[in-house]
């Protein structure tokens, strides 16, 4: 550790752009934790390593011009412009095991390159958008598929924004339309605005493998859109890096006919980014209506709002230990609990309850998952599992609650793998409203006048 306390501070400052005073009130913590078994400037580095910093990279050299680069060139600094983000990618080692890689471009005065990002510093992409200024520390060169292009080594690092003044040249950045805009048929769509909606994680079989998928719905000032995401990009929802109420930036989708006009899906080429919530804190969704239809009136899959009675709710347990991570449910071993796709977890409880609802001309299984559930039960899975405890019968008393009531359900219809019965997905639920009925109402027969 060459450099003393004050140098670190500085450096821990200068890269995360906090207070020094607060980063000293963190080292002085974190020596209490050790108690006081490591010196302050172990301290800090152990400080600096859990802010994602590693103060034990190759030491900085000049920033070097794009134009200069040539092969085999080692812990090169540049200074750039974003000018394009590749979507991160998987890929299978010799042993079997998956990597992941991703590639940014970026420009200066003399010329243009591509960076690759192995590993965890794929995680980079998450947080860079063309027409960033970016500092990129201890990159090497080497000959690529296209020319000569950089990859970050393993003590390099990316700062976004770093506090310099250089002369760069602008890039194009991708022109955003209003949701209302959007086509059937369009390429390259980029669109801003607040997820209201997401579906849950669905798979399918695509020849020799499982394939995954997931729906959101986007809206903005201008209406609302369903945004499919398609496999590696699910993972985006599993892992909660995308959740409703998130202001997103969707670039480079696809728009195709769905079953109630447009619908958005992303491709291999596209991105969705999470933005700051201020972007568009004062926006108002208006969003694109949901067919209001008759039970009977369903022949397809699609997003629906219908309007009937809960008849039914099935005995079925309301409960089970789901992920926390991806949502999946999990199977016990001993006093431990596995997911299949993250290991051994910590469950936690979550909600599904399935019935029938009838509006007069038909009737409809309807289920019920995590906060719609909640929702309809006006209760939280882990109090309801507290209250099962102390009172198995408590769920009869909530189902009688909720039977024999009126609903307006919005969701989607799909047909059941298992029982291939149409069953109806529900993503929102609200008690009838008199008064907004009649405004419905109303308006039918006006449109019918």
């Known amino acids: 550790m060459d450099k003393n306390l004050d140098e670190i501070i500085e450096e821990i400052s200068k890269r995360t752009k906090k207070d020094k005073n607060s980063i000293i009130e963190l080292v002085q913590k ?36 794009i134009n200069e680069i040539r092969t085999n060139m080692n ?16 890929f299978e080692r010799q042993d079997g095991s998956k990597g992941k890689v991703a590639n940014i471009e970026i420009l200066d005065k003399t010329s243009s390159i591509r960076i690759v990002l192995w590993g965890k510093d794929v995680d ?57 805009d959007i086509e059937v048929g369009m390429d390259s769509v980029n669109i801003q605005g607040k997820v209201i909606w997401t579906s849950e994680i669905r798979e399918f079989q695509r020849e ?9 719905i986007v809206g903005d000032e201008t209406g609302t859109i369903p945004l ?3 496999d590696s990009d699910v993972k985006l929802i599993e892992d909660r890096d995308i959740d409703e109420g998130n202001i997103v930036r969707v670039l480079d989708a696809y728009s ?20 700051e919530e201020k972007d568009l804190e ?63 977890i910590e469950p936690e409880p979550r909600l599904v309850v399935s019935g029938m609802i009838d509006d007069g001309t038909a009737n409809i299984k309807v289920v019920f998952f995590g906060k719609a559930a909640e929702d309809l039960l006006k209760t939280k899975a882990k109090e309801l599992e507290e209250s099962i405890q102390r009172d198995p019968e408590i769920f009869n008393i909530k189902k009688e609650e909720v039977v024999g009531k009126e609903y307006i359900l919005s969701g989607k219809t799909n047909i059941d793998d298992f ?9 929102r639920i609200n008690d009838v409203n008199p008064l907004e009925e009649a405004k419905v109402l109303i308006e039918e027969l006006d449109l019918d006048g």
Request: neutral net charge; aromatic residues 6%; charged residues 30%.
């Open 228 to 230: 499919t995401l398609w």
């Open 124 to 180: 980079y992409v998450k947080k860079l958008k063309e027409g960033d200024v970016v500092k990129i520390r201890g990159a090497y060169s080497k000959e690529g598929l296209s020319g000569i292009e950089c990859h970050l080594g393993r003590f390099g690092s990316i700062e976004v924004d770093p506090e310099i003044e250089m002369d760069l040249p602008p890039v194009e950045i991708p022109k955003l339309i209003p949701i209302s």
């Open 30 to 65: 974190k020596q209490q934790e050790f108690g006081g078994l490591i010196t302050p400037e172990g301290a800090a580095h152990v400080v600096a390593k859990e802010m994602g910093i590693n103060l034990l990279e190759l030491p900085e050299t000049k920033p070097i011009k």
């Open 419 to 427: 029982t291939g019965q149409t069953e109806f997905r529900v993503g």
């Open 256 to 275: 195709r006919e769905g079953l109630r006009g447009p619908e958005l899906h992303l491709g291999w080429r596209g991105r969705i980014l999470v933005e």
């Open 208 to 216: 020799d493998k499982t394939g995954r998928a997931a729906t959101l």
């Open 282 to 344: 004062e926006i108002e969704i208006v969003e694109r209506d949901v067919p209001r239809v008759s039970i009977n009136d369903i022949t397809e899959e699609g997003l629906y709002e219908i309007r009937g009675m809960l008849i039914h709710l099935y005995d079925r347990r309301p409960l089970y230990h789901a992920c926390p991570i991806c949502k999946r449910g999990t199977r016990q071993e001993g006093t431990e609990y596995v997911c299949e796709n993250c290991g051994k």
């Open 75 to 90: 812990n090169l600094t540049l200074i750039g412009r974003v000018s394009q983000v590749f979507k991160p990618r998987e």
